[in-house]
Each structure stands twice: as C-alpha cells, then as structure tokens.
C-alpha cells in the first residue's frame, strides 16, 4: 500500500508540472501572438505616417501647375493591394500608382483633399455687403489665430452663420518676424473644377466687392465664446504712439484689362495708397484712407472693418501714374487681382508691452481665393491609420517704391 500510495502521488505531481508547463506554454503562445500582431500593426502604422506625409509632398508639387483658388478631393479604395476603381475616384490610379508596391496584399483606404477656396457662404449683411450673403477668408474653422481650435470644432457655429463671423477660429493673424508671417496674400478670384481662373469680383453693378477687418488680439482666448474675449480684454495700444502711423499697408495687383475683355493686355497692373495731395486731402470725405492707421485700431475692436471696396482713395497706380478712383472700378480693369497686407510697424501696447500680432478677416461677395492653401491627407491600412495637414501660404513681393515732388 505504501508503494502504490507514492506511485499516485508522483502521478499527481506529474499531472499538476503538466498542467503549469500546459498554461505557461499557451501564455507564451499568446504572447508571442499578440507580439507578432503589435508588431504588424506598428509597421502597417508607420507605413500609413510615412505615406500620408509623402502624398502631401506630392500634392505641394502639382499646386505649382494650377492657379490660386484651387479646390479637390479624392478618395481611393484598395483591396487585396489592388485598387478597387468602383469605391475609387477617377484620378485614384495614377495618385497611389507609385505606391503600389509597398500595399501589396494589404487593404487601404487614402484620402486627399486640397482647400484654396472657401465655398461655404454665409447669409445676412455681411457688414454692408448687400443682403444675399458673403464669402469669408480664412475658410470657416481654419484660422491661424489658435491652436487650439481643432478642440473646439464640436461648439463651432453653423457655417454659414453669421456667428462665425466674429470668432477667432475664423481669422488669421499678422505678426513681426519674417516675410512669411507679417504679410497675407489674398487672391481675389479662385480656378474652378475645370482649371478656369474665374475673376469673381468683376461686376458692374456692386461697388461693395469686398471688406477687410483688422482687430487687435485676446490677451487670452476663451474659444467657447463667441469671440473669444470681450472688447475690454483685448490688448490696448499705447496712447504715445503716433495716431496716424499706417501699421497694415495694403496694394492690390494683377494683370492689365483695360478693356474689360476677360483678356490681359500686358504687364501689370494695380494700386497702393498715397496719403496726401499737395499737403492736403484731395477730397473732405476722403476718410477711408487712413482706415490701417493706429488710430483706427485704438478705437474699435470686434466689428472693426478697415478696407472697403466701395469707398474712394487717392492712390499711385503702379503702372506709373496717379490717379483717384475707387477700389472697385480699379477690380473691373484687372485680371487675376490679388491684395496684399502687411505688417509695417511695430505693435507697443500700454507699459511698453508688446502686442503679438494683429488678427485680419476679408469678407466678399463671392467666391475668392484663401490666403493658405489646406493640404489634407489620411491614409489607413488594415486597422492603423495615420493622417497629415500642411498649409501653403501664398506668396508675393510688395511693391516698394518712393514719391517726390
């Protein structure tokens, strides 16, 4: 008995070391599998990073072949690394073609959209721009001004409520530091889906084209609000300095229509503001010219517009004479027009602080060019996804140029 009562003893300890080898083996087993899954993940993961931000470089080079204003979406589809054409857009193929390779027998889905134009229109007055609405720059939700406004998409206002008007999502900033960064390139027309360059301020009837909005920063900004500090928590600028220093200059080129035949004539054309005529004023209701002053800014905040189409200025045309014409007559002899806005002083707040930047909005009446071209690109292969956004500004020289008596 005592024999047989080890023997089942041993077999019971046997039992029980198979049992722990049994569960370590099948931890191991487990383990090694989702290493091995982690690790295809991880890799299918980096491919889709490593190609969302090749496809934006790509879509950088073929902006240089259209025109400003140029909107597109594409989305393609792949199954078994083959391109599935019905779930396909029609340029899918020759977008994904070079990467074919890299998707073999992998299922994927790519998206690339490029945004130059804003085609969300908002209704109501816009500030004086007739009664059917206007078209706003920055494109709704993609100002500069924060960085954190992606955060805040799910309280932002209807697109094409006037609420937006006022909120910072939807204004782009002018600060100091380089070419870059003080100055905004405004094409005012946009390349519709054919590749046509569409001058969409031209009218014969409308004075009221376009307005530009200047408006001094948040010293903190609260985007859950409508615009996202009051009035009196802006940044103030000092009292000291020069009321009537110009601290945005503005000029608008393009290509000559003299005519008005949709044709260029030759060279370029357009105009920059000249203060003063013969020490004085030209015309006693000529108070849109100091509009991108000091003291414009001093005095008002949210609802602050500072260039408007309509209104009439003494300017030097850049084809090399002067002339006194109103913005808008000037729009209808030009091709491919284009304004311009620059930073030109330095920002001194109250106590010598410095104000950071000054933020800008254009509203027009029709569809215009934005000033930074939206790249977006999402790519996902398997389950691992990874996406990109890259912005182009637009870029142009400033006319420089000197009057004498």
């Known amino acids: ?19 722990i080898l049994t569960i370590v083996g099948l931890t191991v087993q487990r383990a090694t599998m989702d290493s091995i899954t982690n690790i295809r993940n991880s ?67 790519i998206e690339v959209v490029v945004s130059g134009m804003n085609d969300e229109k908002l209704g109501g007055a816009c500030f004086g721009l007739g009664t059917s609405g206007c078209y706003m720059v920055p494109a709704w939700w993609s100002g500069n001004v924060s960085d954190q406004c992606k955060n805040y998409l799910s309280q ?16 782009n900033r002018l600060q100091s530091g ?6 905004a390139v405004i094409p005012l027309y946009y390349t519709d889906a054919t590749g046509t360059v569409v001058n969409s301020l031209k009218d014969e009837v409308s004075n009221s084209r376009f307005l530009l909005r200047v408006r001094l920063p948040c010293k903190s900004y609260n985007l859950a ?34 005519d008005n035949d949709e044709v260029a004539d030759g060279g370029d054309c357009g105009m920059v503001p000249y203060l003063k005529y013969n020490g004085e004023n030209i015309d006693g209701s000529f108070s849109g010219i100091n509009k991108l002053s000091f003291e414009s800014l001093l005095t008002k905040y949210s609802n602050n517009i500072q260039l408007n189409s309509s209104e009439k200025f003494f300017y030097v045309d850049t084809s090399g004479y002067s002339s006194y014409m109103a913005i808008y007559k ?4 030009l091709i491919k027009p284009y304004l311009v806005i620059n930073l030109s002083e330095k920002l001194v707040g109250d106590n010598s602080v410095t104000v950071p930047f000054l933020e800008y909005q254009l509203l027009a ?6 000033a930074r071209t939206k790249i977006y690109t999402s790519v996902t292969i ?17 006319v420089d140029f000197a009057i004498q008596n």
């Open 1 to 19: 008995m005592k024999k047989a009562g080890k023997r089942g003893f041993v077999s019971i300890v046997a039992l029980m070391i198979f049992a």
């Open 156 to 171: 932002a206002p209807a697109k094409t409520s006037q609420e937006s008007l006022n909120h910072p999502c939807n204004w």
């Open 365 to 370: 009446i029709d569809k215009v060019s934005d």
């Open 43 to 109: 890799n299918n993961f980096y491919m889709a990073r490593d190609l969302s931000g090749s496809l934006g470089e790509m879509t950088l080079l073929t902006l240089k072949t259209v025109d400003a204003g140029y909107n597109s979406s594409v989305k393609c589809v792949i199954t078994n690394g083959v391109v599935d054409t019905a779930k396909s857009g029609s340029t899918c193929t020759g977008l994904v073609t070079p990467f074919l390779n890299l998707l073999a027998g992998k299922n994927a889905t």
């Open 225 to 258: 609000t409508a615009s996202g500090c009051s009035d009196s928590e802006r940044y103030t600028l000092s009292p000291n300095s020069d009321k009537k220093a110009i601290l945005v200059q503005w000029q608008i080129n393009g290509e000559c229509d003299e």
């Open 178 to 183: 380089s070419s870059t960064l003080d100055r």
């Open 382 to 398: 398997e389950n691992s996804g990874a996406e990109k956004t890259i912005y182009k500004s637009n870029q142009s020289s400033l």
């Open 330 to 333: 000037k729009l209808n002899k």
